[in-house]
């Protein structure tokens, strides 16, 4: 098994599910015939039982042969979306370190984004909305994340530098904004990673010409 074999099968146990698309530009977007390297090389780890192809999709989606995934689960959804979310950031800027759904439970609170990472110089927990969810449900985790802030763990977390701070809360995807009431952290809802990118630019020319403008800082 060559390195970028190994790399695809820690990418789809990252990621949960990952599907043929995802995979090709994560490792094959380089090459003259990207889809069919990415098709020949999955078919491969396949056939040798690393990975299993799920039909019900497509085009497939690929889970680890070891997977207790519901083949046609509300989950698949979700890990997609993370992933599409993941390599829309990865067009702007690098991201440097990741987690998929990581379970963080410190000083008694217990958070658990979509996607934590160090992206354009922030940290960020990332939570990905493919349905819409109710004022309560948002309100929950705003207020887990804001008991994090005022715990002080928040600097326990992992990919911290030397200077502790805490993540940037971003909510993406379907029902944004909420009206929520947020007192402690920085929180922004957007439709897209693209709407994020330009909401930015336009902050950044509006400081430049001494404006007013709304409060987002990335990079």
């Known amino acids: 098994m060559n390195e970028r074999q190994k790399e695809i099968i ?5 990621f949960r599910a990952l599907s043929r698309v995802h995979i090709e530009k994560m490792f094959f977007s380089h090459t003259k ?6 098709n020949n090389t999955l078919n491969k780890l396949v056939a040798r ?13 690929y889970h680890s042969a070891d997977s207790n995934i519901k083949k046609q689960g509300q989950k698949i959804s979700q890990y997609l ?12 800027a690098e991201i440097k370190y990741f987690d998929v759904e990581p379970r963080f439970k410190l000083g008694g609170v217990e958070v658990r ?8 110089g922030n940290l960020w927990f990332v939570e990905c909305q493919n349905s819409r969810f109710s004022i309560k449900q948002i309100e929950d985790k705003i207020e887990r994340y804001e008991r994090l802030f005022l715990s002080d763990q928040y600097k326990e977390l992992p990919f911290q530098t030397d200077k502790k701070v805490m993540a940037l809360v971003l909510i993406l995807g379907e ?4 009206t929520i009431n947020v007192k402690h952290i920085s929180v922004l809802q957007v439709k897209s990673i693209n709407e994020l990118i330009e909401r930015s630019k336009v902050t950044q020319s509006n400081r430049s010409e001494g404006c007013e403008s709304v409060k987002i800082k990335i990079g």
Not at 33 to 38: I, L, P, Q, Y
Not at 49 to 61: D, I, M, T, W
Request: proline share 6%; hydrophobic share 35%; charged share 20%.
């Open 175 to 178: 029902g944004v904004p909420y």
């Open 113 to 120: 984004p979509d996607l934590y990472c160090r992206w354009k």
């Open 81 to 92: 979306d993370i992933a599409d979310t993941f390599l829309s950031m990865k067009q702007y």
């Open 33 to 38: 015939n990207s889809k069919n390297n990415a």
């Open 10 to 14: 820690k990418a789809v146990e990252q």
């Open 49 to 61: 039982g690393y990975l299993v192809a799920n039909k019900h999709f497509q085009p497939y989606v």
